[in-house]
């Protein structure tokens, strides 16, 4: 018995003729078929459902698609998100900052303020913010032996809009606080004790080192939030904020065309999701920049994530 | 400024070329004490190497060096002065803290992850300090890292990011930065022991370079060779405190001590 040595080794005629005859049968998944003729019948009757059922009354969605007031309504609720999408970055920060702190007493406040704003449902704390003048009638500030320098009743400032500004901005920086928390966490320690040995102090390592880092693991969840934000906003049609579901809400409550309203109100919404989710690819190609694998940081960032997603919502 | 030093030097006998000066440093993290009594000299341009097995506290030490750690007890002087202290009338006032990230600017450190910044490049990495801490103009900034690149022999890679070097060019580069704030001592935190076997020479040379050149080093490490080669002294910790010290050459051939004798045994 000899031993084959490899750059010996000469292939018959005979065998590479047999080898080249050999085919590939792929396995059967019948799984699969059923499943997806079953999808694809389901697919058609909705369809169908959609196309013959005359009490969709395509002409009347089409009609109010560009109408006046669902378009007031579309521009308030764009520019509520991004009015309390703004408040909630930077409060959530100022918190996020406030939770890593070393001072035991910023962190337990920081800690009490995510658990009251994420805690509490928002409409309930909608209602609350523009109800405000029922706790407290009138705002005021008095120096002693100078005077009361302003007074304002309370009524006159929580109008409708203000207080669902107030009201969500508060319940979403709760959010954002955990997020960008979660993400200075992310960042390894030895980044900051390098900056501090540098002579870096706190605060210029927080806005230099850390921070900067962070963002790149704020970012995807700050996306999902904004999206949130955006169909959150539809509650303040409780308090007759003039936003595109309360546009349309007071269009059919007039006309009885519930159903669709309710389908340009949908499309509205699923239209602007749909930028938002191209607008958010390209932010976090932008900041992924210095870094595209998926390193150890950011798993142990998805596991802060995943823990404080099982206690929110 | 000279005042406080004299001062110091008449007060607790610090030698006129101290860098570093520890008399009774003890650090206690709760019950658990790391640090039980550390004495050293670490003479101006001179390396002082420490060895020791994990968790003899030599890390620690280190880190008390420029009060990323607090003493619990003894005190602890670089070029004759406290780092996170004023003495006044036998009080230390802790100082404050753009006075004392002032005055820990002046001891480089190295780490074992090396801990570049990450998303920053290798210049903008070498000029953050200065230019942020120092507010040295960013013309005159770029300008001396590129001549500490060019030392540690990464001129090339100006623009790169951390994760695209190796771990030796990493470490090479985390020098350099730490040589842009012109310290007065490099303190090493077993510089090389994240690296491949292959690419701890590199290091090994830049920190050779800066040796010869006069820069004052402590140094934490596992590469006996290099204490018995460049070390001016070697010290050998054990359980917090230093077991022995000595010329590296006669330690390592002749250690007193069976503590070090044994743990020689088993890293060379």
Not at chain 1, 261 to 278: G, K, N, P, Q
Not at chain 2, 122 to 141: F, G, K, S, Y
Request: glycine share 8%.
């Amino acid at each position: 018995m000899g031993v084959a040595h490899p750059n010996e080794i000469r292939i018959e005629p005979g065998v590479a003729e047999a080898v080249s005859r050999l085919t590939v049968v792929p396995q059967r998944r019948y799984g699969i078929w059923v499943g997806t003729g079953l999808a694809l019948l389901v697919a058609f009757l909705i369809i169908r459902a959609f196309a013959s059922n005359p009490a969709f009354a395509w002409p009347t969605v089409v009609g109010y698609l560009l109408h006046p007031s669902v378009m007031r309504g579309l521009g308030n609720t764009l520019m509520l998100t991004a009015v309390i999408m703004i408040l909630a970055i930077i409060v959530g920060t100022v918190i996020a900052i406030m939770r890593v702190s070393p001072s035991p007493v910023l962190r337990s406040f920081a800690g009490l303020y995510v658990w009251f704003f994420r805690g509490v449902p928002a409409l309930i704390q909608l209602i609350f913010w523009f109800n405000l003048s029922l706790l407290i009638r009138e705002v005021s500030l008095t120096i002693p032996f100078v005077g009361t320098l302003f007074s304002v009743r309370t009524n006159d400032f929580m109008t409708p809009f203000f207080s669902a500004v107030v009201a969500l901005s508060l319940c979403e920086a709760g959010y954002m606080a955990e997020i960008i928390r979660a993400g200075i966490k992310s960042v390894p320690s030895g980044q900051a004790e390098a900056a501090s040995a540098l002579g870096m102090p706190y605060r210029m390592i927080l806005k230099r080192i850390t921070l900067p880092q962070a963002m790149r693991f704020v970012l995807p969840p700050t996306g999902n939030e904004a999206i949130n934000l955006l169909k959150m906003t539809s509650l303040v049609t409780f308090i007759a904020v003039d936003d595109l579901f309360y546009s349309a809400q007071s269009i059919y409550a007039r006309t009885f065309e519930t159903i669709p309203l309710l389908i340009v109100v949908a499309f509205w919404y699923l239209a602007v999701v749909s930028i938002m989710s191209v607008g958010q690819h390209f932010l976090e190609r932008h900041f992924g920049r210095s870094d595209t694998r998926r390193d150890p940081m950011t798993l142990r960032f998805l596991r802060n994530v995943i823990s404080l997603r099982g206690m929110s919502r | 400024m000279s005042d406080v030093k004299d001062e110091n030097r008449a007060r607790f006998g610090v030698p006129a070329d101290s860098m570093v000066f520890a008399r009774g440093v003890r650090k206690s993290y709760g019950p658990l004490e790391v640090l039980k009594g550390v004495d050293l000299d670490v003479p101006v341009g001179s390396v002082a190497c420490v060895i020791g097995p994990s968790g003899s506290g030599k890390s620690t030490f280190l880190r008390c060096i420029n009060h990323l750690e607090k003493l619990s007890a003894g005190i602890l002087l670089v070029d004759s002065q406290f780092v996170g202290y004023d003495l006044r009338d036998d009080r230390l006032y802790e100082v404050k803290d753009d006075l004392l990230c002032q005055r820990r600017a002046e001891t480089g450190m190295l780490f074992q992850s090396f801990n570049l910044f990450s998303h920053m490049t290798v210049m903008e990495n070498l000029i953050e300090a200065p230019t942020q801490v120092r507010r040295t103009p960013p013309d005159q900034a770029k300008a001396e890292a590129e001549i500490l690149l060019r030392r540690v022999g990464l001129l090339d890679k100006v623009d790169r990011y951390p994760r695209e070097l190796s771990g030796g060019q990493q470490q090479r580069v985390a020098i350099a930065r730490a040589m842009a704030m012109k310290p007065k001592v490099l303190l090493f935190d077993e510089p090389t022991s994240a690296l491949d076997p292959e690419l701890v020479g590199e290091v090994l040379q830049v920190m050779r370079d800066l040796a010869e050149s006069g820069m004052t080093m402590v140094v934490v490490t596992h590469e006996i060779g290099f204490a018995r080669e460049i070390g001016d002294q070697l010290v050998f910790m054990d359980g917090g405190v230093i077991i022995e010290r000595g010329a590296p050459r006669e330690m390592i051939a002749n250690p007193v001590s069976p503590r070090t004798r044994e743990f020689l045994s088993r890293v060379l």
